[in-house]
């Protein structure tokens, strides 16, 4: 009786965890359905929980400058605390995707959170309720609030529904766009207004009045910005820097930057052509972090965000005392410790602010051909095991390494390294890697807090500087006396090419005579893409039909070469940063539980599994790897192909669509001599998992399975199953998705239509309720304009299926009396 009750345990399993993966789904976290449009994983949105998700789901978590932890509790997650907390995705890891385990599944809740700085307390956590039975499952929730204070967005994060607010702010606003004589526009804008007491913080997401046109691209000219108040007869006041610290501000409707970049025209200005940046990938929110410092008596411990006041007290509850000595043994501080701060002015005396940005902009001309501009960013962080902000101890007690020899009250930070494995995409996203050969570098931009002395960039084999920046304080009592108002922005005329795998410094000295908390050494390169935009490619949208005929020779490959299973410790921070290198260390140090478990450190808990799988013998199936890969990497040719409407992305998608719906295939002619070995598309003889997608060669069937060979009869080899098993569950949304073009809230009012045929009359097939997906995900509407899979083909887990429960009772049944069966008989035997 054990052995069939050990036999149909193990055979029911196996039999019914296919079932567990039948309806996967993908949570965009982040994502808000109500305005088609997804914030992504960042600071200042309220998240709320997200509900009706089950074991097999996924969450993709997209962001820049932040990271994703897996906290231990509720009550972690409750008061930030990431103490036995697990990383699982660092700094510049965008996109990840997460899927639900069976140990979630058994907790019931769980919850995730951004480690950088203070992003947990304002905000960027989400919690996971999950089902215990598919049958409970309806549609999966999941919903974001704009807007909201933290006292607020915790009071509502378990709200089933949520709302897209700005509490008690007058929203944001343009002015009409002003044509000059010229023909280029000119419009200034207001964000949201902000109220804030006397020594009062502001860390939250604003939505923003976009300034650019919504149908079309234009060619960016001058962005300035500063923060300014509104008198009783509505005309405008600025605001001096020491009345309204700007911490920094993220976001890209104007660059965001501190209290440096206010009224500057240097870091936003126009490019000489054939270089500008170009409008449409902007979100139409920013991130402000702002202190009122009124009535504060010091002002540098509040602008610091400092966790000890002078006398070392904590400033606040939440404070721990053994934070004392993190910077030195001077205290600690940074965003986290950005606390309202003590003011000789009664609370009730508020004042409002707003942004007021101010834009120019012109349409494209038939003879433009404009490369694009695109930013490139880097920090000393890393340096010193941290994300983005760092302390500065003071001199006495700063480490010897950090000093400069000849200085030994500087702070001299130095990073040295290939420039691609230094600078990141936009804001701290993918690492440059091997996007090209070269950089044309044409502005350095530098951000840096009170105390900086100089940053620079410079070439690590001559010495020779890249980018210089100086800084420049104010001096008026009345305005700015003490603050950091202006750092130097280099310009580079004609641009300064270097090899993207050149080896460069990046340089941040610091005045350590005494000590500075929270401070950040951030540089923004803007180089020219070689990505040319000229006037007939600005919309944002494709219009696209079906073709009659499938080109099979558009259809992406499957990999002629092994799909391995790798080892990625060495990418990870814990290798980077934590020095933990090699699989064999990492597994068997005493922090580790093994493989399947955890390595513990003061960083983050990592999933041994999740950096060593080829050690630790936990790879995907080799079908599974290939299946994956293909979707990734036909994924990454759409989004380079189609990031304007080309004509060689509009004949992409359409052949997409073509070959989704079942159109004639076309397939390539068979060569007619004889060859040595086959010339496929797709795979070659001695691959066998690749199989042959198409032979160019001579061919033979060996049994019933078409086999490449050199002698023999010539054969049309068709489409490789898993290229037709993508394309059928996923070419109808992606062609849809990559249609689109520029950021998403464009298109939040698009009318999703019907697919027509290019000879002419719509689509009988086609729905209009397809909704964009990714490559492993399908939806209702991709089945019903794609033929059902034939018999004996089946979904691998993961790959998301249309099937009910109901279609499944009868094979199911029969399936479960064969494996019992099996069973009774195997214990006869």
Same mark, same amino acid.
């Given at each position: 009786?054990?052995?069939?009750?050990?036999?149909?345990?193990?055979?029911?399993?196996?039999?019914?965890?296919?079932?567990?993966?039948?309806?996967?789904?993908?949570?965009?976290?982040?994502?808000?359905?109500?305005?088609?449009?997804?914030?992504?994983?960042?600071?200042?949105?309220?998240?709320?929980?997200?509900?009706?998700?089950?074991?097999?789901?996924?969450?993709?978590?997209?962001?820049?400058?932040?990271?994703?932890?897996?906290?231990?509790?509720?009550?972690?997650?409750?008061?930030?605390?990431?103490?036995?907390?697990?990383?699982?995705?660092?700094?510049?890891?965008?996109?990840?995707?997460?899927?639900?385990?069976?140990?979630?599944?058994?907790?019931?809740?769980?919850?995730?959170?951004?480690?950088?700085?203070?992003?947990?307390?304002?905000?960027?956590?989400?919690?996971?309720?999950?089902?215990?039975?598919?049958?409970?499952?309806?549609?999966?929730?999941?919903?974001?609030?704009?807007?909201?204070?933290?006292?607020?967005?915790?009071?509502?994060? &378990?709200?089933?529904?949520? !709302?897209?607010? @700005?509490?008690? %702010?007058?929203?944001?606003?343009?002015?009409? +766009? $002003?044509?000059?004589?010229?023909?280029?526009?000119?419009?200034?804008?207001?964000?949201?207004?902000?109220?804030?007491?006397?020594?009062?913080?502001?860390?939250?997401?604003?939505?923003?009045?976009?300034?650019?046109?919504?149908?079309?691209?234009?060619?960016? &000219?001058?962005?300035?910005? !500063?923060?300014? @108040?509104?008198? %009783?007869?509505?005309?405008?006041?600025?605001? +001096? $820097?020491?009345?309204?610290?700007?911490?920094?501000?993220?976001?890209?409707?104007?660059?965001?930057?501190?209290?440096?970049?206010?009224?500057?025209?240097?870091?936003?200005?126009?490019?000489?052509?054939?270089?500008?940046?170009?409008?449409?990938?902007?979100?139409?929110?920013?991130?402000?972090?702002?202190?009122?410092?009124?009535?504060?008596?010091?002002?540098?411990?509040?602008?610091?965000?400092?966790?000890?006041?002078?006398?070392g007290h904590p400033r606040d509850s939440s404070v721990n005392a053994s934070w004392l000595g993190a910077g030195g043994a001077d205290g600690s501080g940074g965003i986290n410790c950005c606390f309202n701060c003590t003011s000789s002015i009664p609370a009730n005396q508020t004042l409002t602010y707003y942004m007021r940005y101010n834009v120019s902009y012109r349409d494209f001309g038939p003879s433009d051909h404009i490369d694009q501009v695109r930013m490139l960013t880097a920090d000393m962080s890393p340096l010193l095991n941290r994300a983005l902000e760092y302390d500065v101890p003071a001199w006495n007690v700063l480490p010897v390494e950090q000093r400069l020899p000849t200085n030994l009250k500087v702070q001299h930070l130095v990073r040295e390294g290939p420039f691609n494995e230094l600078f990141h995409h936009d804001f701290f996203g993918k690492l440059f890697g091997n996007e090209s050969e070269d950089v044309?570098?044409?502005?350095?931009?530098?951000?840096?807090?009170?105390?900086?002395?100089?940053?620079?960039?410079?070439?690590?084999?001559?010495?020779?500087?890249?980018?210089?920046?100086?800084?420049?304080?104010?001096?008026?009592?009345?305005?700015?006396?003490?603050?950091?108002?202006?750092?130097?922005?280099?310009?580079?005329?004609?641009?300064?090419?270097?090899?993207?795998?050149?080896?460069?410094?990046?340089?941040?000295?610091?005045?350590?005579?005494?000590?500075?908390?929270?401070?950040?050494?951030?540089?923004?390169?803007?180089?020219?893409?070689?990505?040319?935009?000229?006037?007939?490619?600005t919309a944002f949208n494709a219009e696209l039909c079906v073709p009659q005929s499938c080109d099979a020779l558009r259809l992406p490959e499957v990999s002629g070469g092994t799909v391995m299973c790798l080892d990625t410790l060495d990418d990870h921070p814990a290798c980077k940063f934590g020095g933990v290198c090699g699989c064999d260390n990492f597994v068997n140090a005493p922090e580790s539980t093994g493989c399947g478990g955890v390595y513990a450190s003061s960083w983050g808990d990592v999933e041994i599994d999740s950096v060593c799988a080829d050690y630790c013998g936990s790879c995907a199936s080799t079908e599974d790897l290939i299946r994956a890969r293909l979707a990734e990497d036909f994924e990454e040719k759409l989004a380079k192909l189609c990031e304007f409407p080309s004509a060689d992305c509009t004949a992409e998608l359409q052949n997409l669509l073509a070959c989704s719906m079942d159109r004639e295939e076309i397939v390539p002619e068979c060569a007619t001599t004889t060859v040595d070995t086959c010339n496929l598309i797709g795979g070659t003889c001695a691959d066998p998992n690749a199989g042959c997608s198409f032979a160019k060669c001579r061919c033979q069937d060996v049994g019933e399975v078409p086999t490449c060979a050199v002698n023999g009869i010539c054969k049309l080899w068709g489409i490789h199953p898993l290229v037709r098993e993508l394309v059928k569950k996923s070419g109808v949304a992606l062609a849809r998705k990559y249609s689109k073009f520029g950021s998403e809230f464009l298109h939040a009012n698009d009318v999703e239509r019907d697919f027509c045929n290019c000879s002419g009359g719509c689509s009988a097939t086609e729905t209009t309720t397809t909704t964009t997906t990714t490559t492993t995900t399908t939806t209702v509407a991709d089945s019903e304009t794609s033929p059902s899979s034939s018999p004996g083909e089946s979904s691998s887990p993961g790959e998301p299926s249309t099937m009910s429960l109901a279609d499944t009772r009868g094979p199911l049944l029969l399936s479960l009396l064969v494996v019992t069966s099996t069973c009774v008989m195997e214990w006869i035997r």
């Open positions: 009786l054990k052995s069939i009750v050990s036999c149909l345990n193990m055979s029911w399993k196996l039999v019914l965890l296919p079932l567990a993966f039948a309806n996967v789904v993908k949570v965009e976290v982040g994502r808000d359905e109500v305005q088609k449009r997804s914030y992504g994983w960042t600071e200042g949105i309220c998240y709320h929980d997200i509900r009706g998700v089950l074991t097999g789901d996924q969450l993709e978590f997209s962001f820049s400058g932040h990271n994703v932890l897996k906290l231990a509790s509720g009550e972690h997650f409750q008061n930030c605390d990431f103490r036995d907390s697990m990383e699982i995705a660092a700094v510049g890891q965008s996109p990840f995707v997460y899927t639900i385990s069976e140990e979630d599944g058994k907790a019931g809740t769980i919850f995730f959170a951004c480690g950088v700085g203070s992003h947990c307390l304002n905000q960027q956590k989400v919690a996971v309720q999950i089902l215990q039975s598919s049958e409970d499952r309806d549609e999966p929730s999941f919903a974001i609030s704009t807007g909201l204070d933290s006292n607020t967005c915790n009071q509502n994060r &378990g709200s089933a529904a949520a !709302e897209s607010l @700005t509490i008690g %702010s007058v929203p944001a606003q343009c002015e009409e +766009p $002003v044509e000059a004589p010229d023909g280029s526009f000119f419009r200034t804008c207001l964000s949201p207004s902000v109220t804030l007491t006397p020594g009062g913080v502001i860390n939250r997401n604003q939505m923003m009045a976009y300034p650019f046109p919504t149908d079309r691209r234009v060619i960016l &000219g001058m962005r300035t910005w !500063e923060f300014v @108040t509104k008198t %009783s007869d509505g005309s405008i006041d600025t605001v +001096p $820097v020491n009345q309204l610290y700007v911490h920094h501000l993220s976001g890209n409707v104007i660059l965001g930057q501190g209290s440096e970049g206010i009224r500057r025209t240097r870091p936003d200005a126009p490019y000489n052509e054939p270089f500008s940046l170009v409008s449409g990938n902007e979100m139409d929110w920013m991130i402000f972090h702002l202190l009122d410092t009124r009535g504060v008596d010091d002002w540098l411990e509040c602008i610091e965000c400092r966790c000890f006041d002078a006398q044309a570098i044409l502005r350095c931009v530098g951000h840096a807090h009170v105390a900086a002395i100089g940053m620079w960039i410079e070439d690590a084999e001559t010495g020779e500087p890249i980018c210089t920046h100086n800084m420049y304080y104010g001096s008026n009592p009345e305005e700015d006396d003490g603050y950091l108002t202006r750092i130097s922005v280099e310009d580079l005329n004609p641009p300064k090419v270097i090899a993207a795998n050149h080896r460069v410094r990046i340089v941040a000295d610091y005045n350590a005579s005494s000590y500075h908390t929270g401070v950040m050494g951030m540089f923004f390169l803007f180089y020219g893409s070689h990505h040319i935009v000229t006037q007939n490619i």
